[in-house]
T-cell receptor, first 116, second 110 residues
Framework: GAVVSQHPSRVICKSGTSVKIECRSL??????MFWYRQFPKQSLMLMATSNEGSKATYEQGVEKDKFLINHASLTLSTLTVTSAHPEDSSFYIC????????????FGPGTRLTVL | AQKVTQAQTEISVVEKEDVTLDCVYETRDTTYYLFWYKQPPSGELVFLIRRNSFDEQNEISGRYSWNFQKSTSSFNFTITASQVVDSAVYFC???????FGTGTKLQVIP
């Protein structure tokens, strides 16, 4: 089956620093990747949709300058949380959609970010 | 606009009991996909099932079964003879533009 990895799985950083999270599709090409955020005991909220080679589309209320998304290849998308603050602490999950029209998304294992 | 409602926020059952998790969706789309995911305490989303809008056949997989009814816009999930390992948060999700329900936390008490 299609596998999506995320790195790192956990990260703790100081307030004001930037953190990069990688999302990779390991055995398939993904023209579209999605980034979600999940607060404790809440559902997943879509942050942005990233298409390979073009700018990401952000959902309403998500700051594009705060959450930088780069989708440089068909197997890699990165999310950089810039100048992180404690309120950015959350569980970030990416998913990848198979190239070729299928609507199915495959989820990564998530990255738990803690900003001190 | 599309919406997914999981009215049960938390359910507790005693081991070996059957439990049904409800999922109701709203959409104007005629073609869509519905999913169920399990999220154990580790946080990783575990895919359980995908169903497209044209396939209303109910499905059984071991102790898991799903009842998809377009007439009531529901896609309910039943666990038979629940086990402690079933304790998790379960999300129903709707795809065109992906929308997750708020999740149901299931606790199975030994």
């Amino acid at each position: 089956g299609a596998v999506v990895s995320q790195h790192p799985s956990r990260v703790i950083c100081k307030s004001g620093t930037s953190v990069k999270i990688e999302c990779r599709s390991l055995d398939f090409q993904a023209t579209t990747m999605f980034w979600y955020r999940q607060f404790p005991k809440q559902s997943l909220m879509l942050m942005a949709t990233s298409n390979e080679g073009s700018k990401a589309t952000y959902e309403q209320g998500v700051e594009k300058d705060k959450f930088l998304i780069n989708h440089a290849s068909l197997t890699l998308s990165t999310l950089t949380v810039t100048s992180a603050h404690p309120e950015d602490s959350s569980f970030y999950i990416c998913s990848a959609r198979l190239a070729g029209g299928s609507n199915e998304q495959f989820f990564g294992p998530g990255t738990r970010l803690t900003v001190l | 606009a599309q919406k997914v409602t999981q009215a049960q926020t938390e359910i507790s059952v005693v081991e070996k009991e059957d439990v049904t998790l409800d999922c109701v969706y709203e959409t104007r789309d005629t073609t869509y996909y519905l999913f169920w995911y399990k999220q154990p305490p580790s946080g990783e989303l575990v895919f359980l099932i995908r169903r497209n809008s044209f396939d209303e056949q109910n499905e059984i997989s071991g102790r898991y079964s799903w009842n998809f009814q377009k007439s009531t816009s529901s896609f309910n999930f039943t666990i038979t003879a629940s086990q402690v390992v079933d304790s998790a948060v379960y999300f129903c999700a709707f795809y065109q533009k992906v929308t997750f329900g708020t999740g149901t936390k299931l606790q199975v008490i030994p």
